[in-house]
């Protein structure tokens, strides 16, 4: 819809409106020299022109992407970004094969809701806040940017945890690691909390919810996590595993201030069922007490 004004002689403006209608928007790309924050929600575009887009804005440090249609030039769909100023990115159910960013100056990565076959992260170690939620990625490489990472968030992701501890390895100064509703991909693996005791240091919060397995609860070793002062643990089953786990993890932790405990209590039907509540819940009195 065009509007217009147009002097009607011995009167006043009178306004003039036109309805144009187009089945496509050629792109016509300007160079915004000011923009620091741009989102882009529901809508279809190629990635060559997204692409394009981003290098208009120079000074671009926030960019969201939500359900994006990527059209497709070949058989696979691949954006590939770069910005050297950009500082926060949010992708959010985009259906795409690989998606690749150069971005030097990262710190904030937050991904939600979509499958990958290749994610990669090309920085210069600026990352602090790395967050994963449902997301199905096989190849997953964020390279030499882990160094100054201080906060891990990974929910709904199915964990294959040599080669994610091999990423966040690095990451010395890691203060927040919550690993949440995750499923890993080896039935004999848990998250090793020795290495995590070994490698993050300055770990201050530690969040951990997964699925149980009969005798595996991933607590070899010795070490303490002596900065840990919030510790939330969580459980998809009621049973006598998770109350061990969480006496044996608490064990590792002196120095927690606030322990939070997440969890779904189903209907009891037995007197089974019903005598393993009051067990668990006497359990977990107990452990707070502690």
């Given at each position: 819809m065009l509007t217009l004004l147009k002097y009607v002689e011995g009167r006043s403006w009178k306004p003039w409106t036109w309805h144009i209608i187009r089945s496509r928007v050629e792109p016509n790309f300007q160079r915004v020299p000011c923009l620091k924050s741009l989102s882009l929600s529901y809508i279809s575009i190629s990635a060559l022109d997204l692409s394009i887009l981003l290098?208009?804005?120079?000074?671009?440090?926030k960019l969201e992407l939500v359900n994006l249609d990527i059209a497709m030039s070949?058989?696979?769909?691949?954006?590939?970004?770069?910005?050297p100023t950009l500082k926060s990115?949010?992708?959010?159910?985009?259906?795409?094969?690989?998606?690749?960013?150069?971005?030097?100056?990262?710190?904030?990565?937050?991904?939600?809701?979509?499958?990958?076959?290749?994610?990669?992260?090309?920085?210069?170690?600026?990352?602090k806040h790395f967050k994963m939620d449902a997301v199905s990625?096989?190849?997953l490489d964020i390279?030499?940017?882990?160094?100054?990472?201080?906060?891990?968030?990974?929910?709904?992701?199915?964990?294959?945890?040599?080669?994610?501890y091999q990423i966040i390895s690095r990451s010395s100064k890691l203060r927040r690691l919550r690993l949440w509703d995750v499923v890993f991909?080896?039935?004999?693996?848990?998250?090793?909390?020795?290495?995590i005791a070994v490698c993050f240091p300055q770990l201050s919060n530690l969040?951990?919810?997964?699925?149980?397995?009969?005798?595996v609860f991933g607590l070899q070793g010795s070490s303490h996590l002596e900065n840990v002062i919030v510790l939330e643990l969580g459980w998809t089953v009621i049973n006598d595993l998770f109350s061990h786990w969480g006496e044996g993890l608490l064990k590792r932790c002196p120095s927690v201030r606030k322990l939070v405990i997440h969890g779904i209590v189903s209907e009891t039907n037995t007197d089974e069922e019903c005598q393993m509540l009051a067990n668990f819940t006497s359990a977990m009195i107990e452990l707070m007490r502690r």
């Open positions: 290098s208009t804005c120079p000074k671009i440090e070949d058989a696979q769909v691949t954006v590939e970004l770069s910005s990115i949010y992708v959010e159910a985009i259906n795409l094969d690989k998606f690749i960013l150069e971005a030097d100056t990262i710190e904030c990565l937050h991904s939600k809701d979509f499958t990958l076959e290749l994610f990669e992260l090309i920085g210069k170690g600026t990352l990625v096989i190849h390279g030499d940017t882990v160094e100054n990472l201080e906060i891990v968030d990974i929910s709904n992701y199915t964990i294959i945890w040599p080669k994610f991909d080896a039935e004999d693996e848990m998250a090793d909390i020795e290495t969040a951990l919810s997964y699925d149980w397995r009969d005798g």
